[in-house]
């Protein structure tokens, strides 16, 4: 099975209880977010989601702009059906990221947001195209914005074993798979009857990797940090508790 359709499967088998636990997690890389928003209050510009889950962010953001179209893209169709009853006046798309992007007219979108999400792409190939798309679906002079984990001493603490596990593969490859590939489990104890354990995939992003990657294509940087456990920028991995990436066109 490839690292899409388990990820599929994942927040498939899942979603009911991903949906209940993610609502009581406030994002704080959103105070981030709001200020680069703020200006687009009083038009008629249209924000994409891609991987939104169930939507949680939903009301956030319509408190916030209500003159923004809102369209939220996630693989998972369960997902997607817990967003609609949730959200019922809302745009949701049942579509991977790529896909979407690939199907989504040039300039046609003002803003974009992959909260951990980009981090799931399996691969240098697929992370570049990705970006690309996202560049040729964005109007001029809009914002991408890329929230994904990161190799926080935290993060390395909690999966000590699937961090080693990484290097070794990594090592066993020839490098052709990197040491910071990390695949994370996760057991079904929602359901009483289903104790399968399921793995999620996540690239983690150093500062200067995104950077070379955004380099390749034409996207100007307009910030790359660390946000911390306390919710504040940094540039300190260790203490970190996601990557934060803006984008400009």
């Known amino acids: 099975m490839n690292i899409q359709n388990q990820l599929n499967e994942c927040y498939t088998a899942q979603a009911s209880h991903f949906h209940h636990t993610r609502w009581f997690h406030k994002r704080p890389e959103l105070e981030h977010i709001a200020p680069l928003l703020q200006p687009y209050n009083n038009s008629s510009a249209t924000l994409v989601d891609l991987w939104c889950g169930s939507g949680r962010i939903s009301e956030w953001i319509q408190s916030k702009w209500y003159d923004i179209t809102y369209i939220w893209v996630d693989p998972a169709p369960w997902m997607i059906d817990l967003a609609n009853t949730q959200y019922a006046d809302t745009q949701f798309i049942n579509n991977d990221m790529l896909s979407f992007l690939q199907e989504s007219k040039q300039q046609s979108i003002d803003v974009i947001l992959c909260l951990a999400s980009f981090h799931h792409l399996q691969d240098h190939h697929t992370r570049l195209i990705t970006l690309q798309n996202i560049y040729r679906t964005l109007n001029y002079g809009w914002t991408a914005i890329l929230v994904n984990r990161s190799y926080s001493d935290r993060f390395v603490q909690k999966y000590k074993k699937q961090c080693l596990q990484a290097i070794a593969t990594s090592v066993l490859t020839l490098w052709n798979k990197k ?12 359901h009483q009857e289903n104790q399968e354990v399921y793995y999620r995939y996540y690239h983690m992003f150093t500062l200067s990797e995104i950077k070379k990657l955004v380099k390749l294509t034409d996207f100007g940087l307009q910030e790359v940090c660390y946000i911390a456990q306390d919710g504040s920028k940094t540039h300190n991995r260790k203490k970190s508790r996601n990557s934060f990436v803006i984008l400009k066109k």
């Open 179 to 190: 040491r910071n590939d990390v695949h994370i489990p996760r057991k079904d104890t929602h």
